[in-house]
């Protein structure tokens, strides 16, 4: 005799509740087909990006200017002293040229190649021998590339040109003067007002000349000093008495100068007339002169 079991029975809200349910997860499975599917499978395996997951984008490494440092003025002549600096995030070195631009004609006029030169560091250009920079408007132009072939990232504050301006020179400065010390009188030597008003004359009567350096007072000579101020004229130009006083020597001496007389001055002044022609002094010792 073959038993069997009886079947539960369920009540009808049950099955009802039951049918519905199912109901629902069929409907919000297939609402996950229409709007996307599955889930694609994850980087690793697939070899792709994993779908709805956003990849960061490489951002390019570029040098960029930091700094250039170039006057708005300057007068004309040498170009002046500009400063830069180049910055990357990888470090290392770049390779920079500076150029220089005539804007109204826009011909290059100077270009510098500084090499490869350490980033992160302010140079300052070294300029050719000679080079000079006229009156005019110019642009300073810096360029850079680095070893992976990136140029320099220009921006609206780093664009790695300035603009310059170079003036004409202004008037040379007039020399100082120093102001004329009087020097003061020596005692027993009278000064020149004091001599005109003795009615002093210059002694050569005619044109003259006061020679070199070798004729002035106190020339060295062999052995000694020029005591004297040689004043040079014609053969047969008259001289004359400059100051009253009285005759001390005539005389000649063959060794040096020659025919000669000596005056003693009122005024302490002594004269010595040398170099004259032979038979040619009016004049004897002791002998009282006037001026003249």
């Known amino acids: 005799m073959i038993v069997r079991p009886k079947r539960a029975s369920v009540p009808a809200a049950l099955t009802v509740a039951m049918v519905l349910l199912m109901s629902i997860v069929a409907e919000a499975s297939r609402a996950d087909v229409m709007v996307g599917g599955a ?6 395996l697939a070899g792709g990006s994993e779908y709805g997951v956003s ?12 700094e250039l440092s170039v006057p708005t003025a300057a007068t004309a002549g040498g170009p002046p002293r500009v400063v830069l600096r180049i910055d990357e995030q990888r470090g290392g070195t770049v390779a920079v040229q500076v150029a220089v631009y005539d804007l109204s004609t826009r011909k290059l006029l100077i270009l510098v190649n500084m090499g490869w030169v350490h980033t992160g560091r302010a140079l300052t250009v070294s300029w050719p021998r000679g080079a000079t920079l006229m009156p005019g408007s110019y642009h300073v132009s ?4 680095d070893h992976h072939g990136k140029t320099l990232l220009r921006r609206a504050h780093s664009s790695g040109v300035a603009t310059l301006t170079v003036t004409p020179p202004g008037p040379a400065p007039k020399p100082v003067t120093p102001p004329l010390t009087p020097t003061p009188p020596i005692a027993g030597v009278p000064t020149p007002a004091q001599s005109a008003a003795e009615g002093a004359v210059f002694p050569v009567a005619g044109a003259h000349n006061f020679g070199g350096p070798e004729n002035l007072f106190g020339a060295p000579r062999d052995g000694y000093t020029h005591q004297g101020q040689d004043v040079l004229t014609v053969e047969g130009t008259p001289v004359v008495v400059p100051l009253a006083g009285t005759i001390t020597t005539t005389s000649y001496q063959a060794s040096g100068a020659g025919y000669y007389a000596v005056e003693h001055t009122g005024v302490g002044f002594d004269f010595m007339f040398a ?8 004049v004897a010792s002791g002998q009282a002169v006037s001026a003249g």
Request: aromatic share 0%.
């Open 39 to 44: 889930q694609a499978p994850s980087a690793p």
């Open 55 to 66: 990849t960061p984008t490489a951002v390019a490494v570029r040098p960029v200017v930091s």
């Open 142 to 145: 810096l360029s850079a590339h």
């Open 275 to 282: 170099h004259c022609e032979a038979n040619s002094l009016a």
